[in-house]
Nanobody, 115 residues
Framework: QAQLVESGGGLVQPGGSLRLSCVAS????????MGWYRQPPGKERELVAF???????TYADSVQGRFTISRNNAVNTVYLQMNTLKPEDTAVYYC?????????WGKGTLVNVSS
């Protein structure tokens, strides 16, 4: 059974950094597009970034230049390095794996950017 487990969230001051990790299990994800989405309080879920099986990356305009997505297929893990965090980055961050109409989600990890 496919399972995605996020970790690394927490409370951080504005300007700080966090690194999120998502460990995927239950199958090989080498062909999957892996991504991070977030849902701010009271708002809809939105794309943060994704990385294809070839390593191509796409970012939301709001995080371009501050966040970096990467993956290690050997350990079925995708990362999101978040720098220069802002209060508006506060959200529950979800890991996603997508391939050929198969779409899997983690349960999320909370990132709270506050002084």
């Amino acid at each position: 059974q496919a399972q995605l487990v996020e970790s690394g969230g927490g409370l951080v001051q504005p300007g700080g950094s966090l690194r999120l990790s998502c460990v995927a299990s239950g199958r090989s994800y080498i062909f999957y597009r892996m991504g991070w989405y977030r849902q701010p309080p009271g708002k809809e879920r939105e794309l943060v970034a994704f990385i294809t099986r070839h390593g191509s990356t796409t970012y939301a305009d709001s995080v371009q230049g501050r966040f970096t997505i990467s993956r290690n297929n050997a350990v079925n893990t995708v990362y999101l390095q978040m720098n220069t965090l802002k209060p508006e980055d506060t959200a529950v961050y979800y890991c996603n794996a997508y391939f050929n109409a198969m779409d899997y989600w983690g349960k999320g990890t909370l990132v709270n950017v506050s002084s």
